[in-house]
């Protein structure tokens, strides 16, 4: 009974889900206005159930530690964000949505979180240590990944679209399993940093606190649940999340219709539902000055949203039929290669300051003025 009180916030999702799949048609009959009010209620619901399946992967982050701790995270954000995908999709949406949606997850990943963090670390502590070994080999992951599934496709020929597309699926495939038993394996200690014991007192070096910075001592462990009560409580806000994406998706689609709204709007709002979980913890680790968890967030979402979204998608054009626009804009390559080229500078030394942490969020500001500029 304890953790079923501690689940309270899902009744909200839960609830919302029950409202959604009585009154769908009603609320469609009602208008634009009771469509948009309508989704911007699921979208709330989602981002509640998101919350809820991203405090659960912490929980399991931190029994198992980094860096497998990091990929429990980043692959719940990531699940969460190709549901929604998928769902939209199928439902007939922009063919340009999953290339907008994850650009703008890279945007907010790692000029977003990562700046901020950055900023707001640096503000408190000045130089902010972290390995450098994981910066370098999450930025030319990325910088690849990218490359093959996104740039590239400018020039593949439209009627040779499926051989490329499955050529993407096999090397995404191949380069996140060598990149997998690198992070697990051998070069494990690529994405850790071994801070030093209680100095000065400060609160990150307590005893019982995760590379988050969230502190858990042996009794909130007990009354948080076991392992398969957090799995449990994953799947299953998963499987909710899913419900209220569906409806989503049609009250949205409703309700921005002849507006002329960019598409990237949807696609922001999709990429920042997946990353609204990561974007807390990762600016509670840069405030108890654990830059290495911000680096594992940031730029390991980055490239599971590049690396995971991609086959996924591909996969379910080649079944469709239907192919995605998955090339760039030159605008956003542009602002693709900036961000890589200022992350592979900044993330350099081992270091992070509030210079650095700036440069990355005028970046991101930068980002959402394009969009609401529709470029």
Same mark, same amino acid.
């Given at each position: 009974?304890?953790?079923?009180?501690?689940?309270?916030?899902?009744?909200?999702?839960?609830?919302?889900?029950?409202?959604?799949?009585?009154?769908?048609?009603?609320?469609?009959?009602?208008?634009?206005?009771?469509?948009?009010?309508?989704?911007?209620?699921?979208?709330?619901?989602?981002?509640?159930?998101?919350? +809820?399946?991203?405090?659960?992967?912490?929980?399991?982050?931190?029994?198992?530690?980094?860096?497998?701790?990091?990929?429990?995270?980043?692959?719940?954000?990531?699940?969460?964000?190709?549901?929604?995908?998928?769902?939209?999709?199928?439902?007939?949406?922009?063919?340009?949505?999953? +290339?907008?949606?994850?650009?703008?997850?890279?945007?907010?990943?790692?000029?977003?979180?990562?700046?901020?963090?950055?900023?707001?670390?640096?503000?408190?502590?000045?130089?902010?240590?972290?390995?450098?070994?994981?910066?370098?080999?999450? /930025?030319?992951?990325?910088?690849?990944?990218?490359?093959?599934?996104? #740039?590239?496709?400018?020039?593949?020929?439209?009627?040779?679209?499926?051989?490329?597309?499955?050529?993407?699926?096999?090397?995404?495939?191949?380069?996140?399993?060598?990149?997998? +038993?690198?992070?697990? /394996?051998?070069?494990?200690?690529?994405?850790?940093?071994?801070? =030093?014991?209680?100095?000065?007192?400060?609160?990150?070096?307590?005893?019982?606190?995760?590379?988050?910075?969230?502190?858990?001592?042996?009794?909130?462990?007990?009354?948080?649940?076991?392992?398969?009560?957090? #799995? /449990?409580?994953?799947?299953?806000?998963?499987?909710?999340?899913?419900?209220?994406?569906?409806?989503?998706?049609?009250?949205?689609?409703?309700?921005?219709?002849?507006?002329?709204? =960019?598409?990237?709007?949807?696609?922001?709002?999709?990429?920042? #539902?997946?990353?609204? @979980?990561?974007?807390?913890?990762?600016?509670?680790?840069?405030?108890?000055? +654990?830059?290495?968890?911000?680096?594992?967030?940031?730029?390991?979402?980055?490239?599971?949203?590049?690396?995971?979204?991609? =086959?996924?998608?591909?996969?379910?054009?080649?079944?469709?039929?239907? @192919?995605?626009?998955?090339?760039?804009?030159?605008?956003?390559?542009?602002?693709?290669?900036?961000?890589?080229?200022?992350?592979?500078?900044?993330?350099?030394?081992?270091?992070?300051?509030?210079?650095?942490?700036?440069?990355?969020?005028?970046?991101?500001?930068?980002?959402?003025?394009?969009?609401?500029?529709?470029?």
């Amino acid at each position: 009974m304890s953790r079923i009180r501690q689940e309270r916030l899902l009744l909200l999702p839960i609830f919302a889900a029950i409202l959604a799949l009585i009154l769908e048609h009603t609320v469609l009959e009602a208008g634009r206005t009771a469509s948009l009010l309508g989704a911007a209620a699921l979208i709330a619901a989602i981002v509640v159930g998101s919350m +809820r399946v991203a405090h659960h992967a912490e929980i399991l982050a931190h029994k198992v530690g980094d860096p497998y701790g990091t990929m429990i995270l980043t692959l719940s954000a990531v699940a969460v964000e190709v549901l929604i995908l998928a769902i939209m999709m199928n439902n007939g949406a922009s063919p340009t949505l999953v +290339r907008d949606t994850i650009y703008s997850a890279v945007m907010l990943d790692i000029n977003g979180i990562l700046g901020l963090a950055a900023l707001l670390g640096g503000l408190k502590h000045g130089e902010q240590p972290y390995n450098d070994d994981s910066g370098k080999t999450y /930025g030319v992951m990325i910088l690849t990944a990218m490359g093959i599934s996104m #740039i590239v496709p400018e020039f593949v020929p439209t009627d040779r679209w499926q051989y490329y597309s499955a050529f993407t699926i096999g090397a995404m495939i191949a380069l996140y399993a060598l990149f997998l +038993r690198m992070q697990v /394996g051998t070069h494990s200690y690529f994405f850790s940093y071994s801070y =030093p014991g209680r100095q000065s007192g400060r609160p990150w070096d307590q005893p019982g606190e995760t590379e988050a910075g969230e502190s858990h001592t042996a009794d909130e462990e007990h009354t948080e649940g076991s392992t398969l009560w957090s #799995i /449990g409580v994953i799947l299953f806000g998963v499987v909710l999340i899913g419900v209220l994406a569906e409806v989503m998706s049609v009250l949205m689609d409703a309700g921005l219709e002849g507006t002329g709204a =960019p598409v990237a709007l949807t696609a922001i709002l999709v990429a920042g #539902i997946s990353a609204a @979980p990561e974007i807390l913890t990762a600016l509670r680790a840069a405030l108890r000055n +654990r830059m290495q968890a911000v680096v594992n967030i940031a730029m390991g979402a980055s490239l599971s949203t590049v690396i995971l979204t991609v =086959p996924v998608m591909e996969a379910i054009a080649l079944y469709t039929g239907q @192919p995605f626009v998955m090339a760039m804009t030159p605008v956003q390559t542009t602002m693709v290669a900036i961000t890589l080229v200022a992350a592979a500078i900044n993330l350099n030394d081992g270091e992070t300051n509030a210079i650095e942490g700036m440069t990355h969020f005028v970046l991101f500001a930068t980002f959402i003025m394009l969009a609401f500029l529709g470029l």
